[in-house]
């Protein structure tokens, strides 16, 4: 992750023109590389990472000046790859599982989709108030897995409520608002694009975690920043 804002952060501020270029004057610096470092990230295999990594690139370069239709061409060619990965070892792989776990949760409850209803339970015992500090229930062995890292914001609802996790929520889009507010104000390009990437970085993972514990969008393994 540091490595990859650092990069793109330095390319950007010293050869501004590369952006209006990507394909050309820009091949190397804001493809390639890029492409090739969330490439061996999703092949640990860590697919949730690569997406925070693309994500924030992404922002990045829109940042920096690359024109909207390179992209919406990087966006479209993402999820071509992200199909093909996907359907790569065939329907019994666990990604493919994932997919038809997230469009009909409800057909393997206690195999590829236990995980997501145990979080769904324990975000909706929570109700309003919670049970309070400690008194999850689903966070004992047996219930909802990965309870302390990936799955923790449901745990935060079991014992918060609603209020809890949209307290949390709040606080973290003020932190990211507040990077995005210094990243604009920065006078200097490299400062600009670095308050852009850490705090890119931050905002994709942070949407990422709470959009699969909520069953927003399939379920992959991404901490939830400064929580887990």
């Known amino acids: 992750k540091v490595f990859l804002v650092l990069y793109l952060a330095k390319c950007l501020a010293q050869r501004p023109r590369i952006a209006q270029d990507p394909l050309r004057a820009g091949l190397w610096s804001l493809v390639i590389v890029p492409v090739a470092t969330i490439f061996a990230v999703e092949r640990e295999p860590d697919l949730g990472t690569a997406i925070t990594l693309f994500g924030a690139a992404l922002l990045m370069l829109f940042t920096g000046g690359v024109k909207k239709r390179w992209i919406a061409a ?9 199909l093909v990965l ?15 776990t997230f469009l009909n949760p409800e057909a ?44 923790v ?4 609802g ?15 889009f003020a932190l990211v608002a507040r990077g995005y507010h210094i990243a604009g104000r920065s006078k200097d390009p490299f400062g600009a694009l670095l308050a852009t990437g850490i705090t890119s970085i931050i905002a994709v993972q942070t949407f990422e975690n709470i959009a699969v514990v909520t069953g927003v969008i399939p379920a992959t393994g991404i901490p939830l920043p400064f929580l887990s």
């Open 74 to 82: 990087a966006l479209a060619g993402a999820f071509l790859a992200g």
């Open 153 to 156: 914001f449901a745990i935060l």
């Open 158 to 172: 079991e014992e918060f409520g609603f209020l809890g996790t949209t307290a949390t929520i709040g606080l973290l």
């Open 86 to 100: 996907s359907v790569a070892k065939g329907t019994d792989s666990y990604r493919w599982k994932r997919i038809e």
């Open 108 to 151: 393997d409850v206690k195999g590829a989709g236990w995980q997501v209803k145990r979080g769904t339970i324990a975000l909706g015992t929570g109700g309003v108030m919670g049970l309070g500090l400690g008194e999850s229930r689903e966070k004992f062995p047996g219930n909802l897995p990965a309870q302390r890292t990936d799955f």
